[in-house]
Each structure stands twice: as C-alpha cells, then as structure tokens.
C-alpha cells in the first residue's frame, strides 16, 4: 500500500521561504511521477508542480522562478518555496502517479501573512 508522509509547512511572512518534503513507501514499481498540489478555500485543487522519473519537471506559471521540485532517489520529493506571496496560501498536498493512479499525502496549510 502506497503511503505518502509530508513534512514543512506553516506559518510564513511575505517573502519568506519554506521547505516541503514528501517520503513515499510500499511502491513496488519503479516508474512514477511525484507532485506537488494545493487548494485553496473554496477553490479546486491545482498542480504546483511536477517531477518523472527521469528529473524532467513542469511548473504552474504562477510559481515559476519562485518554487524548485527536486528528488532524492528513490523515494522523496521536495518543494523549495522562495518569495512567499499571501496568494500563495493554501493546503498544500504531495502525488505520486503510477499507470494513471493518483496517491496523496495527508496535506498541510501553508499560510503566507504578516
């Protein structure tokens, strides 16, 4: 059974940084995608950003140049997050995708405010 278990998040004022990190286990398959995504009240959940297998990744264009999606082989994602902007907030969710199945972590708020 997939699990995926975050960690980071919080509290954070404009401009600031956070780090998120996401390690998953009980894959038994050796191709996958892992994701960023968050949503925010009342709005549907949307890709922050992408990571394959093969280190290739792809950014929602509200975070390009802000965020940086990186992998530590085999099994962990991160989310560096520079600038901090208060539209930023949101329940931020790590994906794993596999043969298009979908798993998500337990989510954690992230809250950019002065």
């Known amino acids: 059974q997939v699990q995926l278990v975050e960690s980071g998040g919080g509290l954070v004022q404009p401009g600031g940084s956070l780090r998120r990190s996401c390690v998953a286990s009980?894959?038994?398959?050796?191709?996958?995608?892992m994701a960023w995504y968050r949503q925010a009240p009342g709005k549907e959940r949307d890709l922050v950003a992408r990571i394959t297998s093969f280190g290739s990744s792809n950014y929602a264009d509200s975070v390009k140049g802000r965020f940086t999606i990186s992998r530590d082989e085999p099994k962990t994602v991160y989310l560096q997050m520079l600038s901090l902007k208060p539209e930023d907030t949101a329940r931020y969710y790590c994906?794993?995708?596999?043969?298009?199945?979908?798993?998500w972590g337990q989510g954690t708020q992230v809250t950019v405010s002065s």
């Open positions: 994906n794993l995708r596999n043969n298009g199945l979908d798993y």
């Open positions: 009980g894959i038994g398959f050796n191709i996958y995608s």
